[in-house]
């Protein structure tokens, strides 16, 4: 405490010295003629600010000094605030970005999982349409051997009536009874040729 008050009298003795050499210089410097009454003024100026100065330093050191050591702790404690603010701040972005990655993952293997199904429908329907394809090619081959079959027992049919009429129009004028009787076994076994194709 003591080298307190030593350091800062040496101080303010220095300052005050400092500050009545400048007021004597200045109150020397003036005229002759005006007397006493401006070197009267500048010492009496000098002195009393060299008495708030000690005033200064007496009373309102402690104050002042506790009050900036008060603003010290609050903008310190600001300080640990904002810095534990930003502490949680950090976490909290590190676990959005850890939950933003997981669902990155999530919706990639969501995605995979859709592409393959997607795939297997995809196979699934061209098998469906190839199968349905053969199905129609076989069933349309069945129609037209049906339809052939339908349009060579109609020719047979016509072929055998107009083979008939031709003959029965022909063959009384023309044939005995023989040549009818081999003409109608050459006739049948045609026509039995021809059912059995």
Request: glycine share 4%; no cysteine; hydrophobic share 45%.
């Amino acid at each position: 405490m003591r080298s307190t008050w030593i350091k800062y009298g040496t101080s303010i003795g220095a300052g005050a010295m400092l500050f009545l050499w400048i007021g004597i210089a200045d109150a020397l410097g003036a005229d002759a003629a005006t007397g006493w009454r401006p070197i009267y003024d500048s010492v009496m100026r000098w002195l009393n600010f060299g008495i708030l100065v000690i005033l200064f330093f007496k009373y309102a050191r402690k104050p002042l000094v506790s009050f900036l050591n008060g603003q010290a702790r609050q903008i310190e404690k600001n300080i640990h605030s904002v810095e534990a603010e930003k502490a949680a701040i950090e976490a909290r972005v590190n676990e959005l970005e850890a939950q933003q990655a997981e669902s990155r993952e999530r919706f990639k293997a969501i995605e995979e999982r859709i592409k393959a199904h997607g795939e297997l429908k995809k196979q699934k329907i061209i098998e469906d349409a190839h199968r349905e394809s053969r199905l129609l090619l076989e069933s349309a081959k069945r129609r037209m051997a049906f339809e052939i079959i339908a349009a060579r027992q109609n020719l047979r049919d016509e072929i055998v009536d107009q083979a008939v009429d031709l003959a029965i129009q022909q063959l009384p004028q023309q044939m005995t009874d023989q040549d009818a009787h081999a003409a109608l076994q050459s006739n049948i076994a045609e026509i039995q040729s021809l059912a059995q194709t």
